[in-house]
């Protein structure tokens, strides 16, 4: 099989304009590696509307072409023309395109190194052009030597760390997993693991054990001979101070019906077991899911977090739905049993609620329906605000009996809709108004 007709051998392509960012909209993530740099880090993309078509412009010569909107293909040009990533591609006529560069890393089918495509850590069994993205998807372009069968060459690392801010000083865990081009997930033993200065070996299971440092965000760095590294950022602050990760400062009085300090409760991370039938066999998964810390809830349930079963998309989201409902009813009956680390405001619970295809654990009223959520200082106060403005808009436009709101909870900037039944139907006009 030639390279012009390699499913591997993908396209890039260059979007000529910028996809706006929408509460609403479903995101794709992307990240680029080169062979010996980073060329673009993990960037979240939302995916325009199912059928748009896209004009895309080659940066070395200028040729143009239309591709779908959610294709990987337009993801990466968007990318391109995004962060100044040059590529090149030549036109082969009946035969498509074929990728020549990105960044100015050519592919050379014939010894290697080539850019490869996986998604959702599979080495893709269609070109970037035909590769049609959904919410949460996860991009991987790959600049890799080629094995004997002019495959890919390397392995995938992947990281996984906590997802919650850390005091300094505390320990932490995090798993590097390796998979190969079909997607298989194995533990990466004897991988590099390189944060703040410090390296430590993973495990024969994949895991490390490092230190919270220093005041803010940093990277922890997986490598391994044979392997593409990955990395993960991990935010640290002192005990007394958390805004140096974007979190509000300690409160000054303690919460209400609280009659005095709580003391310090170890939270990190709950196990959840699960089990559940899909497609006539029944599965069963382990999901390590972070409790929440004043400051650091709503929690977003990751695929990452799930493990114990290969599963398919539709199966995953499933799985990770469910994990969202058994985590909020053990936060909601630890705090009836008296854990101050996870009370809330009078009149709020643990929820679990969907948004942009990803289920959170929010802490919500009894009759609220969550329509958005950022975290962080003013800008994405603002940012939420002024989404909750249009979603008001909406309301008023389809005559709709609901109440949009922006209310600040543990540290989330929060968009709220009541009565909860109202949140399909503001949905629906606020997608009939961006078509």
């Known amino acids: 099989m030639t390279s012009i007709t390699r499913a591997t051998c993908a396209t890039a392509f260059a979007v000529l304009f910028a996809i706006p960012a929408s509460g609403l909209g479903a995101e794709a993530t992307i990240r680029i590696e080169g062979t010996s740099r980073i060329v673009l880090p993990e960037t979240a993309y939302v995916l325009p509307a199912a059928g748009t078509s896209l004009t895309i412009r080659d940066t070395a010569d200028g040729d143009v072409m239309s ?20 590529f090149g591609f030549t036109d ?21 190194p080539a850019w490869f495509l996986k998604s959702n850590h599979r080495l893709s069994a269609v070109g970037a052009g035909s590769l049609e993205l959904a919410d949460g998807d996860e991009v991987l372009w790959v600049l890799s030597p080629l094995d004997g ?5 390397l392995a995938e690392l992947d990281v996984v760390g906590p997802t919650r801010p850390l005091p300094a000083g505390q320990s932490f865990t995090v798993r590097v997993d390796s998979y190969d081009n079909a997607g298989t997930r194995t533990p990466a033993a004897g991988a590099t693991v390189a944060y703040r200065g410090a390296t430590v070996a993973t495990a024969a299971d994949g ?4 230190t919270a440092g220093g005041s803010g965000p940093a990277d922890v760095v997986a490598t391994r001979t044979g392997a593409v590294r990955d990395s993960a950022r991990v935010c640290a602050h002192p005990a007394a101070d958390p805004t140096a990760c974007d979190l509000p400062p300690l409160p000054k009085a303690t919460m209400p019906d609280d009659t005095g300090q709580a003391a310090a409760q170890d939270t990190g991370d709950v196990r959840v077991p699960l089990t559940f039938r899909t497609a006539g066999r029944t599965v069963s998964l382990r999901a390590e899911v972070p409790l929440p810390e004043s400051g650091s809830a709503p929690v977003a349930i990751r695929r990452q977090m799930l493990s114990g079963a290969d599963l398919t998309t539709g199966e995953m989201r499933r799985a990770m739905g469910k994990v969202a409902s058994h985590l909020a009813a053990y936060l909601n009956q630890r705090a009836r049993e008296g854990d101050t680390t996870l009370a809330l405001p009078a009149g709020n619970s643990w929820q679990a609620a969907w948004l942009s295809g990803t289920p959170y654990v ?3 009223k009894r009759d609220e329906a969550l329509m958005g959520v950022t975290s962080g200082g003013p800008r994405n106060t603002a940012a939420t605000r002024a989404r909750t403005g249009a979603f008001r808009r909406h309301i008023a436009r389809c005559d709709l009996d609901a109440t949009a709101v922006t209310v600040r909870r543990h540290g989330y900037a929060l968009t709220t ?3 909860a039944s109202a949140r399909p139907a503001v949905v629906r006009c606020a997608t009939r108004a961006r078509g």
């Open 92 to 112: 082969w006529g009946q035969w498509g395109f074929a990728l020549d560069s990105i960044g100015g890393d050519p592919s050379d089918w014939n010894a290697g």
């Open 67 to 86: 591709v779908g909107g959610r294709t990987a293909a337009a993801q990466l040009g968007n990318a391109s023309r995004l962060h100044s990533i040059g």
């Open 207 to 210: 895991t490390a054990t490092l």
């Open 417 to 419: 809709v009541t009565p």
């Open 362 to 364: 929010v802490p919500m």
């Open 149 to 153: 069968n002019y495959d890919m060459a």
